[in-house]
T-cell receptor, first 113, second 113 residues
Framework: QKEVEQNSGPLSVPEGAIASLNCTYS??????FFWYRQYSGKSPELIMF????GDKEDGRFTAQLNKASQYVSLLIRDSQPSDSATYLC?????????????FGAGTQVVVTP | DGGITQSPKYLFRKEGQNVTLSCEQN?????MYWYRQDPGQGLRLIYY???????QKGDIAEGYSVSREKKESFPLTVTSAQKNPTAFYLC????????????FGNGTRLTVT
């Protein structure tokens, strides 16, 4: 069983619409959750992190965390063509003190003009 | 500017040769990581290090070796024992602790023929 699961997509979103990405994780004790954006051929860049249940907003991005249901989501409002990328969900591992991150395989988002 | 520098960006080797990928950071981060990414897949952890002269195997360490002689440097050697070395290699660093995100270098794309 994968520890961090995401729909691979592609998720096709019209320009200006809301993109909704979901991520589920298996380690119930995980405490930190991160969203990375990765353009094709490039390295991942951190766009959001969330530690507490509820919503966290940063510009056009909103991260939502529900620890009881073990899922974290990312909403992208007013989607732009520049948002077309693969979004990686990362969850910390608490099986050791190093705080290693486990990554999902990513959801590809395609914003269509 | 602080950051993580990986070199080279592209690397081509013949099968049976060892190759070393460079990773240097000036973010004063204690922890450093090596991930491998294959097309359409998520990041898989190869090795990680929290302090100088100490490192741990990740999920796919076979065929790889690392050293951590300086805080700033964490080179990865891909040995001839690695059966499928062609991949995108990402170096990352971060503060120790469960709430710390990882910051990535620009990656090295290794092709072995």
């Amino acid at each position: 069983q994968k520890e961090v699961e995401q729909n691979s997509g592609p998720l096709s979103v019209p320009e200006g619409a809301i993109a909704s990405l979901n991520c589920t994780y298996s380690d119930r004790g995980s405490q930190s959750f991160f969203w990375y954006r990765q353009y094709s051929g490039k390295s991942p860049e951190l766009i959001m992190f969330i530690y507490s249940n509820g919503d966290k907003e940063d510009g056009r991005f909103t991260a939502q965390l529900n620890k009881a249901s073990q899922y974290v989501s990312l909403l992208i409002r007013d989607s732009q063509p520049s948002d077309s990328a693969t979004y990686l969900c990362a969850v910390n591992s608490i099986t050791d003190s190093w705080g290693k991150l486990q990554f999902g395989a990513g959801t590809q988002v395609v914003v269509t003009p | 500017d602080g950051g993580i520098t990986q070199s080279p960006k592209y690397l081509f080797r013949k099968e049976g040769q060892n190759v070393t990928l460079s990773c240097e950071q000036n973010l004063n981060h204690d922890a450093m990581y090596w991930y491998r990414q294959d097309p359409g897949q998520g990041l898989r952890l190869i090795y990680y290090s929290q302090i100088v002269n100490d490192f741990q195997k990740g999920d796919i360490a076979e065929g790889y070796s690392v050293s951590r002689e300086k805080k700033e440097s964490f080179p990865l050697t891909v040995t001839s024992a690695q059966k499928n070395p062609t991949a995108f290699y990402l170096c990352a660093s971060g503060r120790t602790g469960n709430n710390s995100p990882l910051h990535f270098g620009n990656g090295t794309r290794l092709t072995v023929t």
